[in-house]
């Protein structure tokens, strides 16, 4: 065979493993096709550049997908559109499975997001006066805590304790200083003046600029009842074992990751590093008490 056929029959195997590594190669300013892509509800913050940089030194290509609507980044997860998502708590992914009949699992914590009371009228709970009304959030999930929380701060008294499943309906009106109004959780800021106190997540606090100084009364971040709502990297079961996603895991409590992010939430978020094993035990119960109808 002359060298120049031997080059001719050689050339179409180089073209195909050029534009073989031509195609697997991520364009600029794009994403890899390997890139692990994780379910975010606040990809424009800060620590998420930390993050990145941090998982990219350590050879995995993270890919953030931002969702402003909570109600797509499960089942995104679930039909492969994303390999985790990280922006719920364990009560919220109990709620999804139970309703949905699906096996999503928690495979490392994040932070728990304290739940404040704010009041523009009144400086410490004790000043609330018998009679007077606390807004809270009506979704089930965000009712529920803010009852717990208005237990724990002696303004209601709730059946049998309360549960994560509590509603209004469950004040012991008899024993109780204050009435609830629920409403949409984006509006309990804007109750305020009108009402002695309102429960208000996080991120319409800071919309609504309600400041630290107007918290009167938040729950404890270490407390049992906190528990449920321990924010989460989540997977699909079949991959909760994956050591790429465990390194994720690692990364995000690394120090100057932690630092970051304590640099963008202060007072209002509290790191938590449980184990994978046990946020899935806790997730399995809250399963179990949501399908048992809170018995």
Not at 13 to 31: D, H, I, K, T
Not at 92 to 104: E, Q, R, S
Not at 132 to 149: C, F, K, M, S, W
Not at 241 to 268: C, M, W
């Amino acid at each position: 065979m002359t060298s120049r056929l031997r080059s001719l029959l050689l050339l179409p195997v180089l073209l195909a493993v050029v534009m073989a590594a031509a195609c697997a190669a991520p364009s600029e300013g794009g994403s890899s096709a390997s890139a692990v892509r994780i379910g975010v509800a606040d990809g424009s913050e800060a620590y998420w550049q930390v993050f990145t940089q941090k998982a990219k030194a350590a050879g995995i290509d993270v890919e953030l997908v931002n969702f402003t609507d909570y109600n797509q980044p499960n089942p995104a997860l679930a039909q492969k559109q994303l390999q985790l998502n990280q922006f719920q708590h364990m009560q919220y992914l109990a709620n999804y499975n139970v309703k949905n009949n699906d096996t999503l699992v928690p495979i490392g914590a994040t932070a728990v997001y304290p739940l404040p009371l704010y009041s523009v009228k009144h400086t410490s709970v004790a000043d609330i006066p018998a009679g007077g009304q606390v807004a809270i959030p009506n979704d089930p999930t965000n009712q529920a805590r803010a009852l717990l929380l208005l237990q724990a701060a002696k303004l209601i008294t709730l059946k049998g304790g309360g549960t994560t499943l509590s509603t209004p309906g469950d004040i012991e009106t008899a024993a109780s200083k204050v009435t609830v109004v629920p409403v949409d959780a984006a509006q309990t800021a804007a109750n305020l003046p009108s009402v002695d106190g309102a429960i208000v997540n996080n991120n319409y606090a800071v919309a609504a600029k309600l400041g630290p100084d107007k918290v009167i009364f938040s729950d404890d971040p270490n407390s049992d009842t906190a528990k449920p709502y321990i924010n989460l990297f989540v997977s699909r079961a079949e991959e909760k074992d994956n050591p790429t996603y465990q390194r994720l895991v690692a990364i995000y409590h690394e120090p100057e990751v932690e630092a970051a992010f304590k640099a963008e939430y202060g007072s209002s978020a509290a790191l938590k590093n449980n184990s994978a094993a046990d946020l899935q035990g806790t997730t399995t119960s809250l399963e179990d008490t949501i399908r048992k109808g809170g018995a």
